[in-house]
């Protein structure tokens, strides 16, 4: 079993639609978690950390269920921009080094 | 502008031969990073240096080496490259290790093995 797991999608959904993805980890001593975005052929860049009340930046809101281990990001009122591969990022805990644990991504598609 | 820069941005190499490739970030970073990404598949991490001076293996280091040339600089070396190491890879750096929210990414090495 991966580490962290997310439906690869597409998701392929209109302008101005609420989409919502999830991702699951294994190590339930999991201690930070973030979700990326990646443009096609770009590098990953930090889209907003998961924190365990849950937590809000403009249209995006991500959660934490720490009981079923899974963490989720919804997108409103979806933008063509908002058209990238959302990665999962987990640190789990290790007594060492904190080393992030990527999931493969969820490709979202977003159409006129 | 400030960031990561990775050299080379692609590359075509024959099986068995060698190549290094190089990172530099100007945002005073202590760790260093090298991922690779495949499809289908999320970030592996190749090496990494926690701060000057130290490297550390990661989850994929086979057939790699690395070097913390300087706190600004850390490459990665293929000694004889193989066909799985076809990938794209990415130098990331944080303010301290394992913080996750502060990684910033260079661009990427597209890099392919015939």
């Known amino acids: 079993r991966k580490e962290v797991e997310q439906d690869p999608g597409p998701f392929n959904v209109p302008e101005g639609a609420t989409v919502a993805f999830n991702c699951t980890y294994s190590n339930s001593a999991s201690q930070s978690f973030f979700w990326y975005r990646q443009d096609c052929r770009k590098e990953p860049k930090l889209l907003m950390s998961?924190?365990?009340s849950g937590n809000e930046d403009g249209r995006f809101t991500a959660q934490l269920n720490r009981a079923s281990q899974y963490i989720s990001l919804l997108i409103r009122d979806s933008k063509l921009s908002d058209s990238a591969t959302y990665l999962c990022v987990v640190i789990p805990f290790s007594g060492g080094y904190n080393k992030l644990i990527f999931g493969a991504g969820t490709r979202l598609a977003v159409h006129p | 502008n400030a960031g990561v820069t990775q050299t080379p941005k692609f590359q075509v190499l024959k099986t068995g031969q060698s190549m290094t490739l190089q990172c530099a970030q100007d945002?005073?970073?202590?760790?260093m990073y090298w991922y690779r990404q495949d499809p289908g598949m999320g970030l592996r991490l190749i090496y990494y240096s926690a701060s000057e001076g130290t490297t550390d293996k990661g989850e994929v280091p086979n057939g790699y080496n690395v070097s913390r040339l300087n706190k600004r600089e850390f490459s990665l070396r293929l000694e004889s490259a193989a066909p799985s190491q076809t990938s794209v890879y990415f130098c990331?750096?944080?303010?301290?290790?394992?913080?996750?929210?502060?990684?910033?990414f260079g661009s990427g090495t597209r890099l392919t093995v015939v």
């Open positions: 998961v924190y365990s």
């Open positions: 945002m005073n970073h202590n760790s």
């Open positions: 990331a750096s944080s303010a301290f290790s394992g913080t996750g929210s502060g990684y910033t």
